[in-house]
């Protein structure tokens, strides 16, 4: 017995943006704390002790259990990230999509054992630091910031490693098979001159959408009925009826319309073919007739539609160096980590980093000490990245853990250039990858969850 589908296709929805930037912490410490557990009180304390007695077992993933506990604390915190003013969610589909991502969660984790991952502490601490520094605070400041909301720093600690930890077994699993050859990009861009979009010219979209779901295997009456429906609520709209109004009352997408079912301004290649060619003829403000998809049929709002030109187009490029030490079966993380966090104090005490780098770096760079040359965003691995773009000129990071290996980062300049030609093929060629990673990761998903042992059990009388 297995979750409805049309639930777990709806948190797929969800995992699928999470899956474009798994290690970007991004995130405002509301958001954390909305993520948190309620541990906090003593009130709460007392009340989630006798959850506790009378918690029971809901399903059993490959052996092992997910508790009722477990479901109701998730389906609160997806209920407390809805947006200010977005009508209630019915707390039974929410407890079902907590249950499918729970299922989703406890098969990766154990993945990821088995594979022998492991997130060290000090990772869990530079993600702590990461966090607290995008939110422009100290961790004894983020700390505080989290306990009046219940959040404990065990907790919080537990759900970055679980964080990590899914991340890691991606990279492993998915992002090495998104490959993009050149054959892709070339393609691509003579697709969107076919189109009338000269490169380096694209079309930016932002699409409101009402989704009337079609359950699995519904019989051909069912299907009729739903797709009148659709076309009602399409004409509707089409009356003057407003959009975002109809999306709260009849959308049974993963946000169940919250927002006026607006989806957000992007490059019309991260929006499905299908829904591209059912909007191409239509202006600012049309609505869409009902398109048939698997999860249903979506009517289309175009909110915004516009050409931009990526030739007057700057990017900051950032000049840094590193010193990378490789993981092998004489050199594990734990002792890795430490020995740059030795070099970082040896370089902090008055060390030329060009000078270690050359010493202790096993990477290709060593010999002119490190120095990277110049990059553009997009170049390096994610990991890498956001720490690089976290850093001052002359700063140097704590280590990083990347697919690598472990990392020390100096960023030694940055300057503002004009995109080139190749920098915008380079760009083609992200979106295409991140597009395919999407694809790949739902599929994975999907292969994960259906390869599964999932038994549901139903609740003691």
């Given at each position: 017995?297995?979750?409805?589908?049309?639930?777990?296709?709806?948190?797929?929805?969800?995992?699928?943006?999470r899956?474009l930037?798994p290690?970007?912490?991004l995130?405002?410490?509301?958001?954390?704390?909305?993520?948190?557990?309620?541990?906090?009180?003593?009130a709460?304390?007392?009340?989630?002790?006798k959850?506790?007695a009378?918690?029971?077992?809901?399903?059993?993933?490959?052996?092992?259990?997910?508790?009722?506990n477990e479901?109701?604390?998730?389906?609160?915190r997806?209920?407390?990230?809805?947006p200010?003013?977005?009508?209630?969610q019915?707390?039974?589909?929410?407890?079902?999509q907590?249950?499918d991502?729970?299922?989703i969660?406890?098969?990766?984790?154990q993945?990821?054992?088995?594979?022998?991952?492991?997130?060290?502490?000090?990772?869990?601490d530079?993600a702590?630091?990461?966090?607290?520094?995008?939110?422009q605070?100290?961790k004894?400041?983020?700390?505080?910031r989290?306990?009046p909301?219940g959040?404990?720093?065990?907790?919080?600690?537990?759900q970055?490693?679980?964080q990590?930890?899914?991340?890691?077994l991606?990279e492993?699993?998915?992002d090495?098979?998104a490959?993009?050859?050149?054959?892709?990009?070339?393609?691509?861009?003579?697709?969107?001159q076919?189109?009338?979009?000269?490169?380096?010219?694209q079309?930016d979209?932002?699409?409101?959408?009402?989704?009337?779901?079609v359950?699995?295997?519904?019989?051909?009456?069912a299907l009729?009925?739903?797709?009148?429906?659709?076309?009602?609520?399409s004409?509707?709209?089409?009356?003057?009826?407003?959009?975002?109004?109809?999306?709260?009352?009849?959308?049974?997408?993963?946000?169940?319309?919250a927002?006026g079912g607006?989806?957000g301004?992007?490059?019309a290649?991260?929006?499905?073919?299908?829904?591209?060619?059912?909007?191409?003829?239509l202006?600012?403000g049309?609505?869409?007739?009902p398109?048939?998809?698997?999860?249903?049929f979506?009517?289309?709002?175009v909110?915004?539609?516009?050409?931009?030109?990526?030739?007057?187009?700057?990017v900051?490029?950032?000049?840094a160096?590193?010193?990378?030490?490789?993981?092998s079966?004489?050199?594990?993380?734990?002792?890795?980590?430490?020995?740059?966090?030795?070099l970082?104090?040896?370089?902090s005490?008055?060390a030329?980093?060009?000078?270690m780098?050359?010493?202790?770096?096993?990477?290709?760079?060593?010999?002119?000490?490190?120095d990277?040359g110049?990059?553009?965003?997009?170049?390096?691995?994610?990991e890498?990245?956001?720490?690089?773009?976290?850093?001052?000129?002359?700063?140097?990071?704590?280590?990083?853990?990347s697919?690598?290996g472990?990392?020390?980062?100096?960023?030694?300049?940055r300057r503002?250039?004009?995109?080139t030609?190749?920098?915008?093929?380079?760009?083609?060629r992200?979106q295409?990858?991140e597009?395919?990673m999407e694809?790949?990761?739902t599929?994975w998903?999907?292969?994960?969850?259906?390869?599964?042992?999932v038994?549901?059990?139903d609740?003691p009388?």
């Amino acid at each position: 017995m297995f979750p409805q589908r049309r639930y777990f296709k709806a948190w797929l929805s969800m995992a699928r943006q999470r899956a474009l930037a798994p290690l970007k912490l991004l995130v405002p410490v509301s958001l954390l704390i909305a993520l948190g557990l309620g541990l906090s009180t003593q009130a709460h304390a007392q009340s989630a002790a006798k959850a506790r007695a009378a918690d029971f077992i809901v399903a059993v993933v490959n052996s092992e259990p997910i508790t009722n506990n477990e479901v109701q604390g998730l389906r609160a915190r997806l209920e407390k990230q809805l947006p200010p003013g977005s009508p209630m969610q019915d707390p039974k589909v929410l407890a079902q999509q907590a249950l499918d991502q729970l299922i989703i969660e406890k098969a990766q984790l154990q993945i990821a054992r088995e594979n022998g991952i492991r997130i060290e502490d000090v990772e869990i601490d530079q993600a702590e630091s990461n966090i607290a520094r995008q939110n422009q605070l100290s961790k004894e400041e983020l700390y505080k910031r989290l306990a009046p909301d219940g959040l404990t720093v065990a907790s919080f600690r537990e759900q970055l490693k679980t964080q990590l930890t899914v991340s890691r077994l991606r990279e492993r699993e998915v992002d090495g098979r998104a490959r993009i050859s050149d054959i892709d990009v070339e393609k691509y861009i003579q697709n969107q001159q076919a189109n009338k979009l000269a490169t380096p010219a694209q079309v930016d979209l932002n699409l409101a959408m009402i989704l009337i779901s079609v359950p699995e295997n519904s019989s051909e009456p069912a299907l009729a009925a739903l797709q009148a429906k659709a076309q009602q609520v399409s004409q509707r709209a089409k009356n003057g009826e407003r959009f975002e109004s109809l999306a709260l009352e009849f959308s049974q997408a993963a946000d169940k319309g919250a927002n006026g079912g607006e989806m957000g301004l992007r490059p019309a290649d991260r929006y499905p073919s299908l829904f591209l060619e059912s909007i191409q003829a239509l202006g600012k403000g049309e609505i869409s007739e009902p398109i048939k998809s698997g999860a249903g049929f979506h009517i289309l709002k175009v909110l915004e539609k516009r050409q931009s030109d990526m030739s007057g187009l700057t990017v900051v490029q950032t000049r840094a160096r590193h010193i990378l030490l490789r993981l092998s079966k004489d050199l594990n993380e734990k002792t890795a980590l430490s020995r740059l966090l030795g070099l970082k104090q040896r370089i902090s005490s008055g060390a030329d980093f060009a000078d270690m780098a050359r010493q202790f770096s096993q990477d290709g760079s060593a010999p002119a000490g490190g120095d990277l040359g110049w990059a553009s965003p997009g170049q390096f691995v994610p990991e890498f990245e956001e720490v690089m773009a976290g850093l001052r000129p002359g700063q140097i990071s704590d280590p990083l853990v990347s697919r690598f290996g472990i990392h020390l980062i100096q960023v030694m300049e940055r300057r503002e250039v004009p995109v080139t030609l190749r920098e915008q093929r380079e760009m083609v060629r992200n979106q295409l990858r991140e597009k395919k990673m999407e694809e790949l990761y739902t599929n994975w998903l999907e292969d994960l969850r259906g390869r599964a042992y999932v038994e549901l059990r139903d609740p003691p009388p």
